[in-house]
């Protein structure tokens, strides 16, 4: 069964937070991936990835969560309710094997 993969991109001192706050949200599997702050402003989209500003401005290593989904009715159910209640961080859906 295929899954969908989100991956949220926050500063690294949200890290803890935004991971007990995906847990508390119903997500069971959540990787931590270190990104150079070079490559996430090379593969960024400005508007889109940039939803904190210090991503941008402090210049620093930023933290990509990505946690993972069902490719059911109810996985994608629960990847609805899950980015209605995490602030307005765009979740960059997609499916893995």
Same mark, same amino acid.
């Given at each position: ?33 270190? %990104?150079? @702050?070079?490559? &996430? ?12 500003? =210090?991503? $941008?401005?402090?210049?620093?290593? %930023?933290? @990509?969560?990505? &946690? ?12 609805? =309710?899950? $980015? ?14």
């Amino acid at each position: 069964m295929k899954r969908m993969q989100a991956t949220i991109k926050i500063p690294q001192r949200l890290t803890q937070e935004m991971t007990e706050k995906l847990k508390g949200l119903g997500v069971r599997e959540i990787r931590t991936n270190m %990104v150079a @702050y070079e490559n &996430f402003r090379r593969a960024s989209r400005m508007d889109y990835d940039f939803v904190y500003r =210090e991503m $941008e401005t402090d210049k620093k290593d %930023v933290v @990509y969560l990505d &946690f993972f989904f069902d490719d059911t009715p109810e996985g994608r159910d629960a990847s609805y =309710e899950l $980015e209605l209640n995490l602030y307005q961080i765009p979740l960059n859906l997609r499916y893995v094997d």
